[in-house]
């Protein structure tokens, strides 16, 4: 039995296939030099992408290129980010460049003309305490093609946030602060989820870490027990543990 989401996963390596002349055969995608095979393993919980080598029409052995932990817990989204990180490996495998906008500019994000708190609004206002990410965010989407945020925040958000609170003043955390709980107020679900996981990937095994956030939390009770609650879930969840520990 597939994974319910397998058809988002091939939805957005689609556009990927169509621009390269691979094709769909006998449940697997085809170039005139390339395998492609991509499938759901059960007993891994795992999306796994396996590609082999065509010679004289004959297809040799496949072998794993990437892998995916993908459980109930996760969602279409998701999957979404799985069918591009999928296609990242296949862009590297077939010497494919990522296509930009016309000048050929990563763009930063930016907040939103009426005042809505999303991912892009929260992520722009995290750059601008943290300036030395910008380059990191615009080398992320050169490299994926996308925005990639959890990921991205795994990789250069959270060893930032656990010295910010091992080492930071009470200005500087207050300024982050002010930054989360905008979000976390105002923010749509994935952007209030986003607040609360940051949190719990930087106290992830670090009591000190964790302290430091709770007294940050302190005035805002709401968003304190929902920290408190979802320590213990992120530290059970593999995906979310292999995602936002680096």
Known sequence: ??????DSVLKEMQPFFDENGIKAKDGIFVSETKAIDVKYDE??????????????????????????????????????SVGIDFVNSLRKIF????RHNANGIVELPTASKNGNVDIAAFTKKVLDVFPALKDEYKNHVSAYGNFLYLNFFGEHLTPRLIRLFEEGTKKQIKKFYDILENAYM????????????????ASYNNEKVDAAIKEMLTDNKHFLSCYTAFV??????KKLVATMIK
Request: glycine share 6%; net charge negative; hydrophobic share 45%.
């Open 95 to 98: 010497g494919v460049k990522v």
């Open 1 to 6: 039995m597939e994974n319910k989401y397998f």
């Open 43 to 80: 007993n891994r919980q795992m999306y796994l992408l396996l590609v082999a080598d065509i010679e004289e029409g004959n297809i040799g052995e496949f072998t794993e290129v990437n892998a995916w932990l993908f459980d109930d817990s996760q969602n279409a989204r998701d999957a979404e």
């Open 232 to 237: 213990p879930v992120f530290a059970s969840n």
């Open 186 to 201: 105002k923010g749509d679900k994935d952007t209030v989820n986003a607040t609360v996981i940051v949190l719990a990937a």
